[in-house]
């Protein structure tokens, strides 16, 4: 089993950038689907976007589509979210998941491992 941990979350103005990363332990890293999910305040967790194993291929909600970018180092076994032009929206508890099933999926519940979440706060 694959354990995840994500870090890089903080306070940022609006229009900056963040990049969080979650690091991996246990489980061949290569295997596995990682996805990025959000969580706003008082409402429902959402997917943001999600890369294959190879790393060949990713996929992104529209509402974060040209501003995030989705990347992986199998060696180091770290699957890294660049975030740019942040806006007050993308606040939020940000968490990594993972999952054996090949392709990425938009739904929280296609996902069985789960990183602890990161706070990403964007206000002026």
């Known amino acids: 089993q694959v354990q995840l941990v994500e870090s890089g979350g903080g306070l940022v103005q609006p229009g900056g950038s963040l990049r969080l990363s979650c690091a991996a332990s246990?489980?061949?890293?290569?295997?596995?689907?990682i996805a990025w999910f959000r969580q706003p305040p008082g409402k429902e967790r959402e997917f943001v976007g999600g890369i294959t194993g190879s790393g060949l291929s990713t996929s992104y909600a529209d509402s974060v589509k040209g501003r995030f970018t989705i990347s992986r180092d199998n060696a180091k076994n770290t699957v890294y979210l660049q975030m740019n032009t942040l806006k007050p929206e993308d606040t939020a508890v940000y968490y990594c998941?993972?999952?054996?099933?090949?392709?990425?999926?938009?739904?929280?519940?296609?996902?069985?491992?789960w990183g602890q979440g990161t706070q990403v706060t964007v206000s002026s």
């Open positions: 998941a993972g999952n054996l099933r090949g392709s990425i999926r938009q739904r929280r519940y296609d996902y069985d491992y």
């Open positions: 246990g489980g061949t890293f290569s295997l596995y689907t």
